[in-house]
C-alpha cells in the first residue's frame, strides 16, 4: 500500500503545482492519473498550443508548463500511479483514507485532493463495431511506450496535434507510418503539419486524407483495417497493419468520483471556497475546474491560487496541534526533499571606522 501525506488525483497542472506548495509544508505527496503521463489535457490533448495568462509568461506552450511544473517539483519527490483511475474512496475510523483505483493499487493518506480537471478522461473512441474486440491486441488510445512500436506497420488516425505529434515520432520507430485523417486540412500546431509533409514527401509518412477506418479484421490479434475513401472511385482499401492507434482526443467524466458522496452541482464537485475548498466529505478537498462555487473561474491560475489555500488547511488537519508561519520563498527559500536548497544570497554589511 502507498502511504503519503496529501493523495492528489489527477496530474494537471493544478495537481503538479499542489506538490509544490505542499512540499514547501513538508507535506509528501502522490499522484494518481487516468493518463499514462503528468500534465493532464495539456499534455494529452493541446502540448503545442500557446497558453496566454499564466502570470510572467506572455505566452507558453501547454506542453512547455508542463515540463516546468515537473522541474519545479522534482526536489519534493512526488510518487505517481499513471495510467490507472482512482476507483472507490473509503474512509477508515481514524479518519484517514483509502483510496483503491481500478487496478487495485491502494493508496493511504489523511488527506485527499481530487485535482481531475474536468474528471477523469477517456478516449473517444471511434464508431467502429467490433473495436472493442481488438484493444490491447493492436489498438491503442494512448502510446506508453513508443518502443512497443518499433519496426511494425502502424495506422494512426486524427488530425490535431496528438496524431501529428506521434506520427512524426515513430516514423523515425515503425517501419511505416499512415496518418488517416477525415479531412484535408489539419487541425494541429502548423510546425507539426508543416513537418507531417516534409516526411510525406520523404516517404516516411503516408498521409491519407480524406478517409476514415471504418473496420478492423483479424482472428486473435489485428491483422488488417479497413479505410474508406470519400472519393467513391477509390471506394474501401484492406491494409495489413500491426497496430492502429485512433487519437481523437479525451472525453472529460467524473466517473467513479461521483459515487463517493460528495455533493454535486451541474457535473462538478461542490465546495466551501470561503475557506479551503473542502468537500461535504472532512479530509476531502477539491481545488481546480473539478469543484464548483459562487464567482468559479476556470483558469489554471484559480486552480494554482486554490492549491496553495488547501495545502494550508490540509497541514492543520494533518497537525492540529501546530502552527504553521507563513513564510515567503524570498525569505525562507526552497528546501527539497532531496536534500537541495534554494535561497537568496544573504549581503553581509560591515560596519566602518573612519
Same mark, same amino acid.
Given at each position: 500500500m502507498i502511504k503519503t501525506d496529501i493523495l492528489i488525483i489527477g496530474a494537471g497542472p493544478t495537481g503538479l503545482f499542489t506538490v509544490f506548495e505542499a512540499g514547501l509544508l513538508k507535506l509528501k505527496t502522490h499522484l494518481i492519473d487516468a493518463l499514462p503521463q503528468p500534465g493532464g489535457q495539456c499534455s494529452e490533448i493541446y502540448p503545442k498550443k500557446p497558453i496566454y495568462d499564466i502570470p510572467a509568461f506572455p505566452e507558453i506552450l501547454a506542453g512547455d @508548463?508542463?515540463?516546468? @511544473?515537473?522541474?519545479q517539483i522534482k526536489p519534493f519527490e512526488p510518487g505517481f500511479t499513471l495510467g490507472e483511475r482512482a476507483e472507490t474512496l473509503e474512509k477508515l475510523d481514524d479518519g484517514t483514507f483509502i483510496v483503491t483505483t481500478n487496478k487495485g493499487t491502494q493508496h493511504h493518506a489523511p488527506v485527499v485532493a481530487i485535482a481531475g480537471g474536468l474528471g477523469s478522461f477517456e478516449p473517444r473512441k471511434p464508431p467502429i463495431a467490433n473495436i472493442s474486440d481488438f $484493444?490491447?491486441?493492436?489498438? %491503442? !488510445?494512448?502510446?506508453?511506450?513508443?518502443?512497443? !512500436?518499433r519496426d511494425r506497420k502502424v495506422v494512426i488516425a486524427g488530425g490535431g496535434d496528438s496524431a501529428l505529434d506521434w506520427a512524426i515520432y515513430l516514423s523515425d520507430v515503425a517501419s511505416e507510418v499512415s496518418l488517416v485523417h477525415r479531412r484535408e486540412e489539419f487541425r494541429g500546431? @502548423?510546425? %507539426?503539419? $508543416?513537418?507531417? %509533409? $516534409?516526411?510525406?514527401?520523404l516517404g516516411k509518412i503516408e498521409m491519407i486524407t480524406n478517409a476514415e477506418v471504418?473496420?478492423?479484421?483479424g482472428e486473435d490479434e489485428l491483422e488488417k483495417v479497413v479505410i474508406r475513401h470519400k472519393d467513391k472511385a477509390r471506394g474501401e482499401e484492406f491494409r495489413e497493419v500491426d497496430d492502429f492507434i485512433p487519437l481523437f482526443g479525451l472525453s472529460p467524466k467524473l466517473g467513479p468520483i461521483g459515487n463517493w458522496g460528495l455533493e454535486i452541482e451541474k457535473n462538478a464537485i461542490k465546495v466551501d471556497n470561503s475557506y479551503d475548498y473542502q468537500t461535504n466529505i472532512p479530509g476531502v478537498y477539491a481545488i481546480g475546474d473539478v469543484n464548483t462555487y459562487k464567482g468559479k473561474l476556470k483558469l489554471i491560475l484559480s486552480g494554482f491560487h486554490e492549491a496553495a489555500i488547501m495545502c494550508q488547511s490540509a497541514y492543520q488537519r494533518i497537525f492540529p496541534d501546530k502552527k504553521?508561519? @507563513?513564510? !515567503?520563498?524570498?525569505?525562507?527559500g526552497v528546501e527539497g526533499f532531496d536534500g537541495s536548497k534554494k535561497e537568496a544570497k544573504r549581503e553581509v554589511v560591515q560596519s566602518i571606522s573612519v
Open positions: @508548463l508542463v515540463k516546468n @511544473l515537473m522541474e $484493444e490491447d491486441k493492436g489498438v %491503442s !488510445y494512448f502510446i506508453k511506450d513508443p518502443e512497443v !512500436y500546431a @502548423l510546425d %507539426s503539419v $508543416e513537418r507531417v %509533409s $516534409e516526411l510525406a514527401k471504418v473496420g478492423l479484421k504553521y508561519v @507563513l513564510k !515567503y520563498t524570498t525569505v525562507g
